[in-house]
């Protein structure tokens, strides 16, 4: 299966060396969580990064950052990312609401818009890395958001469980699909380090 690349969205993205995709199998992984901490990693090695929340209906990533108080600057020249920190600019979905507890209820193609929009008119500037955080799953949202973005590799987030780890089986065989490279699979939540004796458990697996 081709990956169709939108050409606004492609000459909008030429600035930008690298786009990694992160996604998985299902919610509640903490695939945002994931994208957070590795676009901050980045920037610690003096890498300019972007981070691109398009989960459209659970947009945490602004929360996560500290930054959920600001708000995008739209003008007709394009859309102004939120500056994180020097080297870091996000864009969510966040941004755009009047209240965080309202739910976003749009349909499919509407979502696309939102997304196509974000893809083609954010001035992102010069950039070493677009991280993307992908609505989770491997439906019709995130098929989507895979064809619209000219991803150069893919992150899969999942946990110990055998109920995730069955869904990223098919997150694996979704990017493959996509001729998505994957980069790497993070298991997330593996287990924690007892502070007293220094064993390992694994709490959730």
Known sequence: MSVQVDPKVEENLKKIKHRLLVFSGKGGVGKSTVAANLALSFTQKNL????????????????????????LDVSPEGITPVKVNGNLKLVSMAFLLEDPNLPVIWRGPMKMKAIQQFLGDVNWGELDWLIIDSPPGTGDEPLSVAQLIPATGALIVTTPQEISLLDS???????????????????????LICPHCGQKINLFK
């Open 48 to 71: 300019t990064v972007g981070l691109l929340d398009v989960d459209i209906h659970g947009p945490n990533l602004a929360k996560i950052l500290g930054v959920e108080d600001k708000r």
């Open 169 to 191: 089986r098919k997150a694996v065989t979704f990017a493959r699909r996509l001729n998505l490279k994957i980069v790497g699979i993070v298991e997330n939540m593996s287990g």
